[in-house]
């Protein structure tokens, strides 16, 4: 049975950054994407994947070390034989050879729920019918996945594809009000287990732009506009998430006038859309003598101080 810790190449005393730095490092040398051409490595991209689920969640790390499950997250056995920390008790009739006892503690306890009818002592009745009945079944372990959206496709909720470890595609559609960081389960696309697929877990990061950015619902945008479009006002193309549209500059446009183009930002959970919040940002030329004249010729009108309200 495989040891988790053997499978990430970690110690038992490794921490969880350790663990999640060694898994990330595996994750990525074999993820399917990169080795479409080998089914080994998928193969072992599942294994990686279920030991870190073992040793990521403290709960199953620590059952794990006192020997309750096996490297697979199956409940190991309860009779001291076949799983880690087995071993030392075994069994031996009992008195008049009815039933077992155990060279150890008392398990009767224990097999009183496993064996129908069987009391402490009072041997199997019915034979094996009544072994594990009642008993879940575990499912298989989960499989965790990381999926990188873009700015533009997380504000516009556009479905994104994933390949699975088992080298299947889906499209997974994108919901409304993400953040990064979140995830989504993917009911039964884990590692089979006695009980059924474990599931696979999909943790969304969101990427940055280059020119956008996010606030709440409403995407900013600081928009370069010439002189003269912000003197004599203008209809300039405005890029958003889902193309460019066009945009009506006032005439007499400052730097740092907002203008306000709603719908255009990120789905919300009620159905409703944020805004795109576009700043105007007045690019001036450099080195142009005709402006440094005009406006030399200019300056010595009176049109009193723009930094009055400041008390400067």
Known sequence: MADPYTTLGVERTASEADIKKAYRKLAKELHPDRNKDNPKASDRFGKVTQAYDILNDKDKRARFDRGEIDGEGNPASPFGFGGPGGGGGGFRPGPGGQGFQADGP??????????????????????????????????????????????????AAKPQRITLADGKTIDLKIPAGLESGAQMRLAGKGQPGPGGNGDGIVTIEIQPHRFFERDGDNVLLDLPISLSEAVLGASVRVPTVEGAVMLTVPKGSSSGKMLRLRGRGFHRKDGTRGDQLVTLMVDLPVGDDALIEFVQGWKDRDLGNPRGDMGV
Do not use: T
């Open 106 to 155: 008392d398990l009767s306890d224990i097999f009183e729920g496993m064996f129908s009818g069987g009391g402490r002592g009072g041997g199997f009745s019915g034979g094996f019918g009544g072994f594990g009945r009642g008993r879940e079944q575990p499912k298989g372990a989960n499989v965790l996945y990381k999926l990188d959206v873009s700015f533009a496709d997380a504000a």
